[in-house]
């Protein structure tokens, strides 16, 4: 079985496990363990970043370099599975295609169980597919206890099945669909077409910046009807998790930072404020910015006694259910709660 990785040549091991075992032309091919990996110049299924793609917008905006032409179901599971093995070498985690039909996506859909676990996000207009596969137990692990302490929150403060989870539904606007890793509505939200109120995202260090775009995505190609992205990013070298608040900002409004909200020690700085550029390409965009509103970290053995993860009550609901009063900060996972999740994360995750 071959895999391909992003890298000039094998002159140097990858890690302790991989040798250089021959080469295809001028290239040098590597074995990991007992998977053949081949350079991507090396591979005729993977153009390269500037090759055929200039104009495909989703992929440029996550900046794909792993991108395919979809060419049949059996090619695309090859080299789904190739590339999930190649992310135990530190690769990222996200995969684009091209000439992806939707009758692809149909076609694509009954055969996931036979694929490891992902979420998608299709642009029916471009025909560019990009696929997020999840890393493994550590960001399985650490996306149930933040879905399970938001869940007890707005139980407890807005009442039972006041926000509806909806796991990874696929939400499909007009040209572009999207699955969240959780997604929430409210309870006001009936349609299978409605789009989250809030979404998180979980992921490794090596997709922070992936997982950001996924945050400007959820909030522009939404309109704003997905308020609020919580992003966390789970670091394996540092082992530490950094977590993202990310806000509609609407008409580009500056970022307006909580008071006494202040980023936690190795935080991302509050300067970044968008996701993805500036000059905002995005036209499904309009009036709404993803804008960075809160930072934080949990490291494995440090006490966090750092400030709340919060995520605004009156940004979560269209409108207040029935008899509940929300302060806009009420859905606050407090100092003590993110410590009990910290440690109970890092007990569970032998790295």
């Not at 890298?7 to 250089?20: F, K, M, N």
Request: glycine content about 8%; proline content about 4%; overall charge negative.
């Amino acid at each position: 079985m071959a895999m391909f990785y992003d890298g000039d040549s094998c002159g140097e091991s990858i890690d302790e496990t991989t040798i250089c075992v021959g080469e295809v032309g001028a290239v040098r091919v590597c074995q990991l363990g007992d998977v053949v990996v081949i350079p991507r110049e090396a591979s005729d299924e993977t153009l390269g970043y500037d090759q055929h793609f200039s104009g495909e917008n989703l992929l440029d905006e996550y900046e794909i370099h792993d991108r395919h032409t979809f060419g049949s179901l059996s090619s695309f599971k090859r080299i789904c599975r190739n590339f999930h093995t190649a992310m135990r070498v530190g690769r990222g985690q996200y995969l684009g295609f091209s000439n992806v039909k939707r009758s692809d996506i149909e076609a694509i859909d009954m055969i996931r169980r036979d694929i490891p676990k992902m979420t998608i996000r299709y642009d029916a207009e471009e025909e560019v597919l990009i696929i997020k596969f999840m890393a493994g137990a550590e960001t399985e692990i650490f996306a149930g206890l933040l879905d399970s302490e938001f869940q007890a929150l707005v139980r407890a403060r807005g009442g039972k099945y006041s926000l509806i989870p909806m796991k990874s539904t696929r939400v499909k606007g007009s040209c572009r669909s999207k699955e969240p890793d959780n997604g929430y509505k409210p309870f006001d939200r009936r349609r299978l077409s409605d789009f989250p109120s809030v979404v998180l995202e979980i992921g490794m260090s090596e997709s922070l910046g992936n997982l950001q775009v996924d945050a400007k995505q959820w909030i522009e190609d939404s309109q704003g009807k997905t308020r609020v992205v919580i992003i966390a990013a789970v670091n394996r070298a540092t082992e530490s998790v950094l977590i993202e608040r990310w806000q509609d900002a609407l008409g580009g409004a500056a970022l307006q930072q909580q008071p006494g909200r202040q980023p936690t020690c190795g935080a991302v700085p509050l300067e970044r404020q968008q996701a993805g550029n500036w000059a905002n390409p995005n036209p499904y965009a309009r009036n709404h910015f993803a804008t960075l509103i809160q930072s934080l970290t949990l490291v494995k053995n440090q006490i966090y006694n750092g400030p709340s993860l919060t995520i605004p009550a009156d940004l979560a609901f269209d409108n207040m259910p029935a008899g509940v009063h929300l302060g806009p900060n009420e859905f606050e996972l407090d100092a003590n709660t993110l410590e009990d999740l910290n440690s109970c994360f890092w007990e569970h995750v032998i790295i």
